[in-house]
C-alpha cells in the first residue's frame, strides 16, 4: 500500500513565522503535490513537482514555496505565515503514466495561524 | 473562479436512499474525470473515474453518469449506507495528466 505521511496532524503558529511543513511517501512516485483544502473551496493546488528539484506553480502559490531535494520527500514552506494561511493542508504523491491518475493523499495537517 | 463546479454543498439522505452528486466544467480540454472519498481525519481516495468515451460507469453501488454536450458529470450512489458518510470530490484533468482540478466538495450524511 503507498503510504503518504505528512510531519504533523496539527500546528498552531503565530503570525510572521517561517512554517515548514514536510511529506513524505514510501512508493517511489516521481509526482508529488501541495494542497489546502477550505470548506466550499475544495482542493486547490499550490505547488507540484514532477521530478526531484523540479516545481511547478499551482493556482494559489503566492506567500509560498516547495522543497523538493530528495525523491520521496516534499516540503511545503510559508516564508512568513499569516492569518489568511489557516488552513488544512494536505500533500499528495502519484506514478507518472498511471492510467487512473490516481493522486495518494497524506492524512493533512490542519494549520492555525494566530 | 472555479473551473469545477459541484453541487449541493451538503446533502442528507435516509439509509437506502440515492444521494446524486453534480458537477459541471468549463474546459472542454478536460478528458478525466476522477471522483474522490474523504472520511473525517483522512485525506481523500479515488473512488471511480470516467472517461468521455462512455456515457455511464458503474463500480458496486457508485455510478458516475457522464454528459459530454452538457459538460456535467454525477455521481450516484444506490442503497446507501451510514458508511457512505463522507465528503466527495469531482475532479477533472486533460489528458489524464498530473494535474487535476477538484470541485468545491459535498458533505453527505446517510442518517440510518
Known amino acids: 500500500d503507498v503510504k503518504v505521511t505528512q510531519s504533523s496532524r496539527y500546528l498552531v503558529k503565530r503570525t510572521g513565522e517561517k512554517v515548514f511543513l514536510e511529506c513524505v511517501q514510501d512508493?517511489?512516485?516521481?509526482?508529488m503535490f501541495w494542497y489546502r483544502q477550505d470548506p466550499g473551496l475544495g482542493l486547490r493546488l499550490i505547488y507540484f513537482?514532477?521530478?526531484?528539484?523540479?516545481?511547478e506553480k499551482g493556482d494559489i502559490p503566492e506567500g509560498y514555496s516547495v522543497s523538493r531535494e530528495k525523491k520521496e520527500r516534499f516540503s511545503l514552506i510559508l516564508e512568513s505565515a499569516s492569518t489568511n494561511q489557516t488552513s488544512m493542508y494536505l500533500c499528495?504523491?502519484?506514478?507518472?503514466?498511471?492510467?487512473?491518475?490516481?493522486?495518494?493523499f497524506g492524512p493533512g495537517t490542519r494549520l492555525t495561524v494566530l | 473562479q472555479q473551473q469545477v463546479k459541484q453541487s449541493p454543498q451538503s446533502l442528507i439522505v435516509q439509509k437506502g436512499g440515492i444521494p446524486i452528486i453534480n458537477c459541471a466544467y468549463e474546459?472542454?480540454?478536460?478528458?478525466?474525470f476522477p471522483w474522490y472519498q474523504q472520511f473525517p481525519g483522512k485525506g481523500p481516495a479515488l473512488l471511480i473515474a470516467?472517461?468521455?468515451?462512455?456515457s455511464e460507469k458503474k463500480e458496486g453501488r457508485f455510478t458516475i453518469s457522464f454528459n459530454k454536450s452538457a459538460k456535467q458529470f454525477s455521481l450516484h450512489i444506490m442503497d446507501s449506507q451510514p458508511g457512505d458518510s463522507a465528503t466527495y470530490f469531482c475532479?477533472?484533468?486533460?489528458?489524464?495528466?498530473?494535474?487535476?482540478?477538484f470541485g468545491g466538495g459535498t458533505r453527505l450524511m446517510v442518517k440510518p
Open positions: 513537482s514532477y521530478d526531484v528539484k523540479m516545481k
Open positions: 470516467i472517461r468521455p468515451d462512455v
Open positions: 474546459n472542454t480540454a478536460f478528458d478525466y
Open positions: 499528495a504523491s502519484s506514478l507518472t503514466g498511471n492510467f487512473y491518475n490516481e493522486q495518494f
Open positions: 475532479a477533472a484533468s486533460i489528458d489524464a495528466g498530473n494535474m487535476l482540478t
Open positions: 512508493m517511489d512516485h516521481e509526482n
